[in-house]
């Protein structure tokens, strides 16, 4: 087993509880233990220190389901799933990573999240950041960058044209860059102050939503998409609506939405029921992220070519993460949310 010095506590922002919000339930303790990499042969972790790490939706709704969430997460715990951050311990079976490597990725939500300053990761969920990709950029790709690519890339071939719902946030702007990489034509839903970044990544024609009926606007192109990614939720009749405009071979990839019983009863509806009782004729996929190393390489290769711009709307210090949350709740960023949280 490989190590640097390593303190013994460091500072993590956690709950035991959220009442209300997240942002009003987190505490940022000075003496939280560090997580340990597993001692079994065969784990292959890295304990890492976080330089940066990036917000995602998901980070503030699993906690907030409540009961359902802490049998499966022990509290107090830390949110966070995206990071960029310095090897500084590994198990004995890491060979492809050192001590000092710069690494970047994903880990699942869990107690040791990436808002504390040390996490443990598999090395399944890591990759090296490449030159010409700073530690911001690297961070903000975990979720996000992931979820637009695996929501795309096995979906598509150059020509294709793809329509996203929900164009300007994080998985967006990847989602709108990563389909013209592929060679494809791409149309998205976005409001009128975003609309300028949506074409300045790539995005052919733009649906205002907050002045069109998205589904008639959709359907008056007939049946052109191969490829539909919902990174929204609304409006709830999108996917009964596909059938007019998503090609009959095409699939419906649902990223978006909220993490409640309705929605999973939506859910269920779209894979289970017959057209007429509400369900659509299209293929539905609930997108389920995992982990894929050789992608978040691709992602970041992309980056340092230029192919592919991570889109930062704004930094926070680890101090300021309740602003984060508030920002992100509102649901009108563009772009990622990065917080630092070591240096």
Sequence with gaps: MATAPIPETMRAWQYSSITGTIEKSITLNEGVPLPTVSSRLGDA??????????????????????????????????PGMDFCGRVVQTTRTVD???????VFGRIDAQQHGTTGEYIVAPTKACAHVPDGVSVDEAAALGVAGMTAYHAIAPNVKPGDKIFINGGSGGTGTFGIQIAKALGCHVTVTCSPAKADLCRSLGAEEIIDYTSSDVCQTLKAKGQVFTLVVDNAGTPESLYKAADDFLLPTGKFVQIGGPLNLNSAKMVTSRLLLPSFLGGGKRKYEMYNIKHAPEDLKQL??????????????????????????????????AGKLVVHVGK
Excluded at 96 to 102: E, Q, R, Y
């Design 300 to 333: 970041a290769k992309w980056v340092a070519e230029k192919k592919v711009k991570v889109v930062l709307e704004e930094t926070y210090e680890l101090e300021d993460l309740p602003k984060a949350f508030e920002k992100l709740r509102k649901g009108r960023n």
């Design 45 to 78: 972790e890295l304990l890492i220190q976080v330089l940066s790490a990036s917000l995602n939706p998901a980070d503030y709704k699993v906690p907030e389901m409540g009961i359902i969430v802490r049998t499966v997460i022990h509290t107090p715990a830390t």
């Design 96 to 102: 492809d990573f050192g001590i000092g490597d710069l």
